[in-house]
């Protein structure tokens, strides 16, 4: 009897682990999607005759959501979006 409980709990933790690893690959994917998505719009805004500084704002932004350089300044500035 104890043995059947234990592989319930077992399977139920294992079905947790596949959704929050599932959770973290789509946030990777659509942080490197959305990040390049933003930093193309913020090129196109600076040198195709929008307002200079919202482009330049908006490359900042873009950073802070492409997961390698939001690792990075997690690391050293103690500031990081999560998702």
Do not use: A, D, Q, R
């Not at 079905?15 to 998505?37: A, M, R, S």
């Not at 200079?52 to 997961?67: D, N, Q």
């Amino acid at each position: 009897m104890t043995i059947i409980s234990t592989k319930g709990k077992l399977i139920k933790m294992l079905k947790e682990v596949k959704k929050i690893t599932l959770g973290l690959v789509l946030n990777w994917i659509f942080g490197w999607i959305f990040g390049i998505l933003f930093l193309f719009m913020g090129f196109v805004m600076t040198f195709g005759g929008g307002p200079t500084i919202y482009g330049i704002l908006i490359i900042f932004c873009s950073f802070m959501i492409i997961p390698y350089t939001n690792k990075i300044t997690k690391e050293k500035f103690n500031f990081h979006i999560s998702g």
